[in-house]
């Protein structure tokens, strides 16, 4: 069983640089084929100041430093039992290449289900820019199969 | 792409499917890097294997960014609010997923006119990958 001392943690914050090759090198990766996207032109054409980070983007921060993945481990979940359950994004304002966003994640809640069988562990993340200001919210659920 | 006509928003419309080849490693491979998901389960082989698994399979996430472009295809991004979708089945390699969403209503979100947008992914067999909600403004 997860150990309940974990409800609350914080996990040290994440940051990252939106940088243009990476939000491309994604938008290719998942055949994006939108113009805004891609080219900055057509991004400030569209009313962006460069290329936006498409909508499940910023889950790469946390990707990058291994944050999550370092608190599954922490709790006794192995690779082979964890699976991602859930996943949900609340917009605020745009994050676009030259932005730098930082990712303040907690736990929020840790329950069981079919007898202990499954175990849920869910984050709640804001990322803020580098002005402060809110960029998006994370909700999301990690699942232990036993 | 067609733009988009807050007016012309209906209960019932259907979003413009979204259709993919089918998933295989590059694929993978590239958005591993991408995303920042190097979990070797979905780039090798012998780690899949050591952990019981016939082979490799897609990151989730993968799957969640398809819907992503289902909904910035249909709706500039700037409209969109939130997505939150829940993960039903790993996407095998060879799956070809076709992401689909219908407006199933129309609601005030803080004050802004908004559109209920049911979401789901499917593989060529009908298997259900990813369902999910999201809110697109109409203001």
Same mark, same amino acid.
């Given at each position: 069983?997860?150990?309940?001392?974990?409800?609350?943690?914080?996990?040290?914050?994440?940051?990252?640089?939106?940088?243009?090759?990476?939000?491309?090198?994604?938008?290719?990766?998942?055949?994006?084929?939108?113009?805004?996207?891609?080219?900055?032109?057509?991004?400030?054409?569209?009313?962006?100041?460069?290329?936006?980070?498409?909508?499940?983007?910023?889950?790469?921060?946390?990707?990058?430093?291994?944050?999550?993945?370092?608190?599954?481990?922490?709790?006794?979940?192995?690779?082979?039992?964890?699976?991602?359950?859930?996943?949900?994004?609340?917009?605020?304002?745009?994050?676009?290449?030259?932005?730098?966003?930082?990712?303040?994640?907690?736990?929020?809640?840790?329950?069981?289900?079919?007898?202990?069988?499954?175990?849920?562990?869910?984050?709640?993340?804001?990322?803020?820019?580098?002005?402060?200001?809110?960029?998006?919210?994370?909700?999301?659920?990690?699942?232990?199969?036993? | 792409?067609?733009?988009?006509?807050?007016?012309?928003?209906?209960? &019932?419309?259907?979003?413009?499917?979204?259709?993919?080849?089918?998933?295989?490693?590059?694929?993978?491979?590239?958005?591993?890097?991408?995303?920042?998901?190097?979990?070797?389960?979905?780039?090798?082989?012998? /780690?899949?294997?050591?952990?019981?698994?016939?082979?490799?399979?897609?990151?989730?996430?993968?799957?969640?960014?398809?819907?992503?472009?289902?909904?910035?295809?249909?709706?500039?991004?700037?409209?969109?609010?939130?997505?939150?979708?829940?993960?039903? &089945?790993?996407?095998?390699?060879?799956?070809?997923?076709?992401?689909?969403?219908?407006? /199933?209503?129309?609601?005030?979100?803080?004050?802004?006119?908004?559109?209920?947008?049911?979401?789901? +992914?499917?593989?060529?067999?009908?298997?259900?990958?990813? /369902?999910?909600?999201?809110?697109? +403004?109409?203001?």
């Amino acid at each position: 069983m997860i150990d309940k001392k974990w409800l609350g943690y914080e996990l040290p914050v994440s940051t990252l640089l939106l940088e243009r090759g990476r939000l491309r090198a994604f938008a290719r990766a998942i055949g994006e084929t939108d113009h805004v996207y891609l080219d900055v032109e057509a991004a400030r054409a569209a009313g962006y100041p460069d290329l936006p980070a498409p909508p499940t983007f910023l889950f790469a921060a946390e990707q990058d430093s291994g944050t999550q993945m370092a608190m599954a481990g922490a709790m006794g979940i192995s690779l082979d039992k964890l699976l991602h359950g859930e996943q949900g994004f609340t917009y605020h304002r745009p994050a676009c290449a030259g932005d730098t966003v930082a990712v303040h994640t907690r736990v929020s809640e840790i329950y069981d289900r079919k007898g202990g069988a499954l175990e849920f562990v869910v984050t709640l993340s804001e990322v803020r820019n580098q002005h402060d200001e809110p960029v998006a919210d994370l909700r999301g659920v990690l699942v232990c199969r036993h | 792409m067609t733009p988009f006509d807050p007016a012309g928003i209906a209960v &019932g419309k259907p979003l413009p499917a979204l259709a993919l080849e089918p998933v295989n490693r590059t694929v993978l491979a590239l958005f591993g890097c991408a995303s920042g998901d190097l979990n070797p389960v979905h780039l090798d082989l012998d /780690v899949a294997r050591r952990l019981g698994l016939p082979d490799v399979f897609a990151q989730g996430m993968l799957g969640m960014a398809w819907l992503g472009r289902l909904l910035t295809n249909w709706a500039p991004q700037s409209r969109l609010r939130r997505i939150d979708v829940r993960f039903q &089945g790993l996407t095998h390699l060879g799956n070809a997923i076709t992401c689909r969403g219908e407006v /199933v209503g129309i609601c005030d979100v803080d004050g802004e006119r908004c559109a209920r947008v049911q979401v789901s +992914s499917a593989n060529q067999f009908g298997q259900l990958k990813i /369902v999910g909600e999201a809110l697109v +403004s109409l203001a």
